[in-house]
């Protein structure tokens, strides 16, 4: 895709990346984990504080997933 901005952020996306780009917070998104919603996400590290990662190319196919195309209607 060019000139996605979302290109310009890293492959492998922190949770304040995510927040920053979906407009909403790195609490929100912990939220959507445990309630198992949100972006597909990788737990680099153990345990319960472990390190998580938001592979960007799945922020993308979840954009696309929740796109909503209005119905055209004659």
Request: glycine share 6%.
């Amino acid at each position: 895709m060019a000139d996605d901005p979302l290109d310009s952020y890293p492959a492998m996306m922190s949770a304040a990346h995510v927040a920053e780009y979906l407009g909403t917070t790195a609490d929100q998104l912990a939220q959507w984990r445990h309630r198992g919603r949100g972006p597909a996400w990788t737990k680099v590290t153990e345990g319960r504080t472990g390190l998580v990662r938001y592979p960007r190319e799945e922020l993308r196919a979840y954009l696309v997933a929740r796109t909503v195309s209005p119905a055209v209607t004659s």
